[in-house]
């Protein structure tokens, strides 16, 4: 039987923080956070959407996301095995994308899936070392109407920058 040490414990707070990171990263399109979540070695499979390395794959997303009016990125049932300085965590995923069609038209991308990721803490500090993406299922819709403006901002001019440097939010 395995006993849970405080190692362990601390191990599995580091990295659901740098899968935060990862969402934070992508939702912000913050380059240099979105390649700290990665080892610069890993490789990371996202089936037909993308194969390459961790960092290629945030500059990937980056010139996808930029074409976008938004997107956020939710993570969920997050589960966690340390094996020393290695980890291996499964985080589902759901990514809503907004964007304009080609007629003008506000639609909305929903994907689910999951995240498969090993870890590696090298250095004193966790990162993932391979990413295997599980697509589920995805639908397209069209927006029939926007309520309220879009008050976040895809950039380090985002109020949670402040507010997490110590400032108002």
Same mark, same amino acid.
């Given at each position: 039987?395995?006993?849970?040490?405080?190692?362990? =414990?601390?191990?599995?707070?580091?990295?659901?923080? @740098? =899968?935060?990171?990862? !969402?934070?990263?992508?939702?912000?399109?913050? #380059?240099?956070?979105?390649?700290? !979540?990665?080892? *610069?070695?890993? *490789?990371?499979? /996202? +089936?037909?959407?993308?194969?390459?390395? +961790?960092?290629?794959?945030?500059?990937?997303?980056?010139?996808?996301?930029?074409?976008?009016?938004?997107?956020?990125?939710? =993570?969920?049932?997050?589960?966690?095995? !340390?094996? +020393?300085? %290695?980890?291996?965590?499964?985080? /589902?995923?759901? !990514? &809503?994308? $907004?964007? @304009?069609?080609?007629?003008?038209?506000?639609?909305?991308? %929903?994907?689910?899936? $999951? /995240?498969?990721?090993?870890?590696?803490?090298?250095?004193? @500090?966790?990162?993932?070392?391979? %990413? %295997?993406?599980?697509?589920?299922? #995805?639908?397209?819709?069209?927006?029939?109407?926007?309520?309220?403006? &879009?008050?976040?901002? @895809?950039?380090?001019? #985002? *109020?949670? /920058?402040? =507010?997490?440097?110590?400032?108002?939010?």
């Amino acid at each position: 039987m395995h006993t849970t040490t405080l190692d362990d =414990l601390l191990a599995k707070d580091a990295i659901r923080e @740098r =899968l935060h990171d990862y !969402v934070r990263a992508m939702d912000c399109i913050d #380059d240099e956070l979105g390649r700290s !979540v990665f080892h *610069p070695d890993a *490789p990371a499979d /996202y +089936g037909t959407i993308y194969q390459g390395t +961790g960092h290629g794959f945030i500059d990937f997303v980056h010139m996808a996301h930029v074409g976008m009016l938004s997107h956020q990125h939710q =993570l969920g049932s997050i589960g966690i095995v !340390v094996r +020393g300085d %290695r980890a291996a965590s499964e985080a /589902y995923v759901t !990514v &809503t994308l $907004r964007m @304009r069609a080609a007629d003008g038209a506000l639609q909305d991308s %929903r994907s689910h899936g $999951r /995240y498969l990721d090993e870890w590696e803490k090298r250095e004193g @500090r966790w990162a993932i070392s391979a %990413r %295997r993406y599980v697509h589920l299922f #995805d639908n397209l819709a069209p927006v029939t109407l926007q309520q309220f403006p &879009t008050e976040g901002s @895809r950039s380090p001019e #985002d *109020p949670s /920058y402040a =507010l997490f440097a110590g400032g108002r939010g």
